[in-house]
């Protein structure tokens, strides 16, 4: 009965670590490698439609929302 418990306690530790590496998942992530999408002030809408998008624009408005998010409906339309 005690193996068992132990058993089952190291198999829930295992699937709570195997949840939290996939917490960082960089899809979730502004370029890849930025602030996750919930993380920044702008939201899911704006990464939706900017997120992967890697241009001097998007990440010059990403940086300048991060700091400032007054301008998230100007600059993510």
Do not use: I
Not at 26 to 52: I, M, T, V
């Amino acid at each position: 009965m005690r193996s068992m418990k132990t058993l089952f306690v190291a198999a829930a530790l295992a699937a709570l670590a195997a949840s939290a590496q996939a917490g960082e998942d960089s899809s979730e992530r502004w370029f890849n490698d930025g602030l996750a999408w919930y993380q920044h002030p702008c939201g899911l809408y704006a990464f939706d439609k900017y997120g992967q998008d890697d241009s001097p624009q998007v990440r010059r408005a990403y940086f300048l929302t991060k700091h400032n998010p007054a301008l998230c409906s100007k600059l993510f339309p």
